[in-house]
């Protein structure tokens, strides 16, 4: 009995310096950033960014790598699965919280998979159509999407996605159930909308400001409280009598359960001098959003904010009855 809580210990104390030593030369190499959406998105767009600051602080290159699919949860599941050694990380969106409840078999669990870094940004969505689209402003969408529900696309990046989450509340409030359109993320889907294959999406503004301010597409709402200071002349949500569909896409920066915290301290720490980064500043408000804070980059604020997003679209999704199984 003895010898074995001693050999206990001993292991125990073992695995606490290998880890100390892991997190003392970290990193050795080079750090994959998974983003669970196809590149040339909006999520890519958020991870890019960062990475690029991060490699400069950490001295290693962090590389994104897109691993898009079911909703983002196929990433998100490389990530759970993949070795806590500080090497692999992931940065995704709201999706994270919606996905708890919309998949009722998902290999893993959102809030007991991961160990958590920080929040990276909150970017509202925008709703689009290609640049054809009958309707002028929001009114007339809501009138003509209402009349003709059924012979409409709408894009999303799979269930799970925030476009999906967006465009559920879309419908939801107008009651007009459109034809979805799934893609690996919205990069390739706001292709198609450019093509006119598609009739509408919902999506956050780093990837629709450049179309939008472009008129290759057109802009007709946006999901934050407040007008945005890029969009002078799109309604709010709220304006437009459809307070139901305010969301804000968050995004937040995880690593595989079981990376070491000294790991993750240290990438918190490396994310904070990223995102105080003005370069970052001046690259993210051109597309309508801002770093967070250095309070919200941490650990602490990224676990309360999943539980706590969880937990309010939980009713939400519930209600709508839509689920991926
Ligand atoms: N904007 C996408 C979404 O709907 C994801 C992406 O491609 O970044 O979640």
Redesign the pocket.
Known sequence: MAFTLKLAGALAGSVLMASAALAQGYPERAITMV????A???????ARLVAEKMSADLGQQVVVENV?GA??TLGAGNVAAAEPDGYTVLLH???MATSATLYRNLAYQPLEAFEYVGLVTEVPMTIVARKDFEPTDMASLITYVKANADTLTMA???I???????GMLFMQALEAPIVTVP?????P?MTDLLGGQVDLM???T??TTEQIKGGTVKGYAVTSAARLDIFPDLPTVGEAGLPGLEVA?WHGLYAPKGTPTEVTERLAASLQVALADPGIASAMAELGTAPSSAADATPAALKAKLESEIARWKPVIEAAGVYAD
Do not use: R, W
């Open positions: 983003v669970p959406f196809a040339g998105g909006p999520t890519d767009t958020v898009g909703g983002g969106h709201i999706g999303n990046a799979g799970g996605a925030a476009s999906h989450l967006c893609y690996k993320g919205t990069g889907a919902c999506d956050q780093t990837n896409i």
